[in-house]
């Protein structure tokens, strides 16, 4: 039986599935579907955030899977982030707060800061003059307070780079258990997992199959990728996404599509040879 890889550790000692369900950049009405379609598939991971504006309807969706008995709250694991508007110390709780009564839970699995960037109140966008001077340590000071309280069971970052998630590991009482980054086959983090995994940091990667926004989307076009799909009798995104389990990080591929999801899901009963 090959190593299935359906969990990782976190330095909390909780368990995080290997492959979640990603929500960002999604129309209204379209993610609620493909949280429970991705649930009833076996997806026992969903990542959200208080900036992909969809946390209610997520949350309806969650009620709706526990109310019928398809899952019970224990065994799913939620992520959601602080908003880069929110970083002021006394924003914090207030921030989770409001992402808990959007979700209707007690509690987030998994709490991250979004950006190592700070925006003034009711800002939009990272323009230069919406941009506020950054004090990491203080947010995640509060981070750490939202920890001690049950609300966050465990604590991380996202977008951080090797220095500022140093910086935040020589202050920190309690250490990032996560950084979610975007990698994938075709920008692989190396300097950053080797640095992750030497701290004993999960490294997570969202935009696994590439991301249309960047220059590096063209991941499943690549060729060694889709060679190694054709041996195997997989597609490039499962490849990719396996490539991902088998570098020691979670992935979090995105998509609205029923057929897709479950496509996404395929990938523990194989594994990609070492010699490929």
């Given at each position: ?8 550790e ?49 949350g ?5 899977l526990?109310d ?14 602080l908003?880069?508007?929110d970083h ?25 800061i979004?950006w ?17 001077p950054?004090?990491?340590p ?11 309280s ?8 996202s ?5 500022k ?25 190396t300097?950053?997992?080797d640095f ?7 490294l ?28 195997l ?11 991902g389990l088998?570098?020691g990080?979670s992935?979090?591929?995105?998509s ?11 990938v ?5 040879p070492?010699?490929?």
């Amino acid at each position: 039986m090959e190593d299935e890889i359906r969990f990782f550790e976190l330095n909390t000692g909780a368990k995080i599935p290997s492959v979640g369900l990603g929500t960002a950049q999604a129309d209204p009405g379209l993610f609620g579907n493909a949280v429970e379609a991705a649930v009833k598939i076996g997806y026992r991971h969903i990542d959200c955030a208080q900036f992909y504006g969809n946390e209610k309807e997520i949350g309806l969706v969650l009620k709706k899977l526990f109310d019928d008995g398809v899952v019970r709250r224990e065994e799913i694991f939620i992520t959601s982030k602080l908003w880069c508007t929110d970083h002021d110390p006394l924003d914090v709780p207030e921030a989770l707060n409001r992402t808990l009564q959007d979700l209707q839970l007690d509690y987030v699995d998994l709490y991250l800061i979004h950006w190592p960037v700070s925006l003034k109140k009711g800002s939009t966008g990272f323009k230069p003059e919406n941009i506020l001077p950054t004090d990491i340590p203080s947010t995640w000071k509060a981070m750490e307070v939202l920890f001690d309280s049950g609300k966050a069971k465990a604590i991380g970052v996202s977008n951080f780079s090797t220095k500022k998630l140093a910086d935040i590991l020589e202050v920190a009482r309690v250490p990032p258990a996560v950084n979610q980054v975007e990698c994938h086959p075709s920008w692989q983090q190396t300097v950053l997992r080797d640095f992750c995994k030497s701290k004993g940091v999960h490294l997570s990667g969202y935009s696994p199959l590439g991301s249309p926004a960047w220059l590096k989307s063209d991941v499943l076009k690549n060729p060694i990728l889709g060679t190694v799909a054709e041996k195997l009798g997989k597609t490039p995104a499962q490849v990719a996404l396996r490539w991902g389990l088998q570098m020691g990080q979670s992935v979090l591929p995105k998509s609205t599509h029923e057929d897709r999801i479950k496509q996404n899901f395929d990938v523990f009963s194989w594994s990609i040879p070492e010699d490929m």
